[in-house]
């Protein structure tokens, strides 16, 4: 069976269930968009979900509407008290399984949208203060404000407020903003003062700049330092200094309340998820790595996305536009349940022995296995990874295929070109480089009158066997040029790649090939012009020899 | 159902991503972009990269900008504005194309043009290759060279007419994606830009580099060694009344000098601030490598004046010596921010949307920052505030799915 008889386009059938985890508002909110578009609903939730949310906003629909919108809104399946504990499958037709109220409770789902909140909590601790009535948290002095008992406690006696922002840790415009409100409502009780001890005032986001005038106007008062200032905590006595280099003196205060900043970060059960679900763990225990191709609310695996504090400090409206493109994504993919699909990469049944390299090294969870290695066409990117690692040779990409690249290479090598230029074989990443590479032609940058260029779909897919067929082609250089670090539309195919030239250089020393006729460059799809001095060097560095 | 037909005007990358999502999701679009290229701002930016990628997103654009240009549901019209815009159950509009345009039915890409006017910035170079045609007529810099440049192509791909043409659409909704312009850092008279050869803005610092590919001073072409970033210049101002954080100026200092220093160690930088925003997830990652590597000042200069050899004497007051101090260097980059496009309040008017008082357009939902109060019509990206072009994007998308549920395709 040849790889060109599998190529066939086939018509799937797809779940159109999506799953939801995480119950709070973006969660519901997921749920509810879904549902109301056709999409039925298993919303696993659990106890305290929601109980951190963005109180930035005011006149927003209680938490309990919402509850009663989503029940109101048909067909959403709702699991509580669960957590994940398995998730089996592909796009289409994941099969997870919850553990809720005690039952092992399994579900089909097309997809999966990640909805976990963010979290919060105290940082008294690390100012070495205790809590108390004149030591409160950030969300402690909210509720006061927020109660009338509380703001006849602040304002009848005439407070002074002190704000311990950004020496714990370096915070975020969300957090900044719920700062600026309520210092904006003390500074607008007769007689009270806020004073606002800070270090980068986090002001990116809309409004927060008019919003920090608009305290300073009614006379709240910031300093703004590059470390704490030193707290007294001694009983209910509170003393704050610190040196101020204009008057070189130490400023002294006496507030009657510390507010204390506070943490927000990622769920703790993202990290558990990103195991389960088979998603990579980006940085500070979010659902979703740095990775521009993620945008905007995409993970390495087809059919799952992730929305809202899951994948990024953010407020309510940031999560609801998640959402709306959440929607879009699962619309793309589901559709109305069927699909047409072209398969990128087959496996030729006779030859896997099902060692499972391809399930391990494959980025997008595409493969799963029957009696053989199996790919899934919907959720494969085409990286070629597995194609390139495979031991038995068993995976083709169709649009790919080794016979099709080894002919190309011969081609390449056996171009034309003027008779003292060296001859230069490029492989480039389709995402990047094989850009920056037409780009460098079309804007008449200087190229090796040798160059030739070939597409590879990404770095990962280029085979040990490529480059030494190049040179024993005729090659007098081979670059290999793959995204930079982070910015793989596969996460790993430049790794991959660097790991196959490192090992190309072993060879080409015990076989006595110089070592600078091969090189490994990374670049982006916009870099043109480095490109050019990329290959023009490797081109004078051959020359010499 | 039959297919609806949308506008978006504007062509960054606000505007390309709605494009891009209603196309995929079936509806015919109308890029409209007043320009000869699609890309806007962002697609001006370098990438970032030190050894790793640091997430700057000008790889995106260029993404999108390809994306855009292979879409069958998308029109794209060029060098065109809005003329005039009717409410008939939807929206009857007449375009209007510049009187002088290159036609992409006939061009080449083959360069004459740009070649034999270089210098003169009558021809335009986009600066991505995937810009269609890739070359554009300057209208404003023509003068009475119009048979002359119309003769220079080979392919008479250059349109020169005396009277800019009309088209007359309809569509059903309108998505508003007209960006922001650039600070003009000529109004801060004290810094000298424009009178300073070596104090440069953000995008003539692209420019630099994409031209000289190292940080070049314009005075001489030499490496700048020692170099200062000035944030905040135009945003964060009360004189000027610009009570607004741009929210992409540290975000792109902080890459643009992390990226510089790694392929030249040497270089010695220095970022004046007020306070420095963050960049992403692992901002307080990156922060510290920003610290080993980059002098941080936490003050902003009073003036800037030059000096022997080009060079530029910094004076300000240093808040942690709580002296006035004062220093040279060769380069001074200013960090200038997003203001309102000034093409806003004309918009604002034909399409009955509101302005916010700093002359953005104002969303007319709390949460939901593309809706405005006028029916059938969407913002996104720098048009409704400053953004970074992951956050265009993902409104872009938002305002894709308003439209979507707008016309009855959602819910």
Redesign the interface.
């Known amino acids: 069976m040849t790889t060109k008889q599998q190529n066939q386009v086939e018509k799937i059938h797809l779940e159109t269930t999506v799953a939801v985890i995480g119950g709070g508002y973006t969660g519901m909110a997921a749920a509810k968009t879904l549902a109301?578009?056709?999409y039925p609903v298993i919303l696993a939730r659990q106890e305290n979900d929601g109980a951190w949310h963005d109180t930035s906003?005011t006149?927003?629909d209680g938490l309990k509407t919402l509850e009663n919108q989503v029940a109101d809104n048909g067909p959403i399946d709702i699991l509580s008290q669960s957590t994940l504990i398995e998730a089996v499958g592909v796009p289409g037709d994941f099969t997870l399984t919850f553990m809720s109220e005690d039952r092992r409770v399994e579900k089909k789902a097309g997809a999966v949208v990640v909805a976990t909140d963010l979290s919060s909590s105290p940082l008294t601790f690390i100012y070495g203060l205790t809590p108390c009535a004149s030591v409160v948290s950030l969300s402690e002095l909210e509720s006061l404000l927020a109660s009338e008992t509380g703001q006849k406690e602040i304002g009848d006696k005439k407070k002074t407020i002190a704000f311990l922002v950004g020496f714990a840790?370096?915070g975020?415009?969300l957090l900044m903003q719920r700062v600026l409100e309520s210092v904006r409502k003390i500074v607008e009780m007769d007689g009270c003062t806020a004073y606002v001890y800070v270090n980068?005032?986090?002001?990116?986001?809309?409004?927060?700049?008019?919003l920090y005038?608009q305290g300073r106007d009614n006379g709240a008062i910031y300093f703004?330092l590059?470390t704490a200032p030193t707290v007294i905590q001694n009983n209910g006595d509170l003393r704050i200094t610190f040196y101020?280099?204009?008057?070189?003196n130490n400023i002294e205060l006496s507030p009657d309340i510390v507010v204390v900043e506070e943490s927000l970060v990622a769920d703790q059960q993202n990290i558990s998820l990103a195991e389960i679900l088979r998603i990579d763990l980006?940085?500070?225990g979010?659902l979703q790595k740095?990775?521009?191709h993620r945008?905007?609310v995409n993970t390495n695996r087809e059919g799952i996305f992730v929305v809202g504090g899951g994948r990024?400090?953010q407020g309510?409206?940031?999560s609801?536009?998640?959402v709306?493109?959440m929607?879009?994504q699962v619309?793309?993919l589901i559709g109305g349940g069927e699909k047409t699909v072209a398969a990128k990469a087959v496996v030729d049944r006779e030859k896997c022995t099902i060692c499972l390299t391809c399930y391990r090294c494959c980025p997008h969870a595409a493969i799963y296995w029957d009696d053989k290695a199996v790919i899934s066409p919907a959720a494969c990117q085409g990286c070629g990874i597995c194609a390139s690692e495979c031991p038995m040779d068993a995976i083709q990409l169709t649009d790919f295929t080794d016979t099709e690249m080894t002919s190309r290479i011969r081609e390449a090598a056996a171009a034309e070109t003027k008779a003292a230029a060296p001859k230069i074989i490029a492989f480039c990443c389709q995402?990047?480089a094989f850009?920056a590479g037409?780009?460098a032609g079309?804007?008449?940058y200087d190229l090796p009158a040798g160059l030739q260029i070939i597409k590879i779909p990404c770095a990962g897919k280029v085979d040990i066997n490529y480059i030494l067929n190049a040179l024993v082609e005729g090659a007098d250089g081979v670059i290999v040029m793959a995204?930079?670090?982070?910015?793989c539309k596969s996460e790993s195919g430049n790794t991959y790649a660097k790991w196959r030239i490192n090992d190309a250089y072993r060879k080409l020393e015990q076989i006595g090939i110089p070592k600078n006729r091969l090189e490994f460059a990374?670049l982006?799809?916009?870099?043109?012009?480095?490109f050019a001095?990329i290959v023009i060097d490797m081109e004078k560095r051959i020359s010499q020899k | 159902m039959e297919t609806k037909n949308v506008l978006v005007i504007g062509g960054g990358i606000a505007g390309m991503t709605t494009a891009f999502?209603l196309a995929?999701?079936g509806l015919n679009v109308h890029l409209v972009e007043k320009s000869g290229f699609l890309g806007g701002h962002a697609i001006q930016y370098?990438?970032k990269?030190t050894?790793?990628?640091l997430?700057c997103?000008?790889?995106?654009?260029?993404?999108m900008l390809?994306n855009v240009i292979e879409s069958g549901n998308i029109t794209i019209h060029l060098s065109t504005e809005v003329e005039t815009i009717e409410r008939s159950g939807g929206y009857a509009l007449t375009l209007k194309k510049s009187a002088a345009y290159i036609d992409p039915a006939k061009c080449t890409?083959c360069?004459v043009c740009y070649e034999k006017y270089k210098g003169t910035g009558i021809i335009a170079?986009g600066y991505?290759?995937n810009n269609f045609p890739?070359y554009a007529i300057c209208p404003e810099k023509l003068n009475n060279d119009a048979a002359a440049l119309k003769s220079v192509c080979p392919e008479g791909a250059i349109s020169i007419s005396d009277a800019p043409s009309f088209c007359q659409i309809s569509v059903d909704a309108v998505i508003i994606a007209s960006g922001f312009a650039p600070f003009d850092a000529r109004r801060k008279g004290t810094y000298g830009y424009s009178r300073f050869p070596n104090v440069v803005n953000g995008l003539d610092l692209e420019r630099i580099k994409?031209q000289y590919?190292y940080l070049a001073r314009p005075s001489d072409g030499q490496p700048a060694k020692k170099i200062a970033f000035i944030q905040c210049v135009g945003s964060?101002d009360?004189q000027l009344g610009n009570?607004?954080?741009s929210?992409v100026c540290?975000p792109y200092a902080l890459r643009t000098a992390a990226s510089v220093k790694h392929k030249n160690p040497d270089l010695d930088l220095t970022v004046f601030y007020?306070?420095?925003?963050?960049t992403?997830?692992?901002?307080?990652?990156f922060?510290e490598t920003c610290k080993d590597n980059i002098r941080f000042i936490?003050s902003i200069p009073v003036d800037i004046f030059p000096i022997e050899n080009d060079c530029l004497n910094i004076r300000l007051f240093d808040?942690?010596?709580?002296t006035p101090a004062m220093e040279s260097f060769d380069l001074v980059v200013l960090s200038t921010g997003i203001m309102p496009n000034p093409d806003n309040q004309k918009l604002s008017e034909q399409m009955a949307a509101s302005l916010d008082t700093d002359g953005f357009f104002k969303h007319a939902d709390?949460?939901?920052?593309?809706a405005t109060a006028a029916e059938g019509v969407f913002i996104a990206g720098t048009a409704q505030?400053?953004k970074t072009i992951?956050?265009s994007?993902?409104?872009a998308?938002?305002a894709?799915?308003?439209v979507?549920k707008y016309l009855g395709v959602?819910?």
């Open positions: 109301q578009n056709g906003l006149g927003l840790h370096e975020n415009p980068n005032l986090k002001v990116a986001e809309d409004g927060l700049e008019r005038k703004k590059q101020d280099p204009v008057i070189r980006g940085p500070a979010f740095e990775n521009v945008l905007p990024e400090i309510l409206s940031k609801l536009a998640d709306d493109n929607l879009l619309r793309q995402n990047s850009e037409t780009a079309l804007f008449h995204c930079h670090t982070g910015n990374t982006a799809s916009n870099m043109a012009s480095d001095r | 999502e995929e999701a370098t990438c990269a050894a790793e990628c997430q997103g000008a790889c995106s654009v260029e993404k390809k890409n360069g170079q991505s290759k890739l994409r590919g964060r009360e009570l607004w954080c929210q540290c007020m306070d420095i925003q963050n992403g997830k692992s901002f307080p990652v922060y936490r808040e942690s010596e709580g709390g949460l939901d920052r593309t505030g400053p992951a956050a994007m993902v409104q998308g938002q894709a799915s308003g979507l959602t819910k």
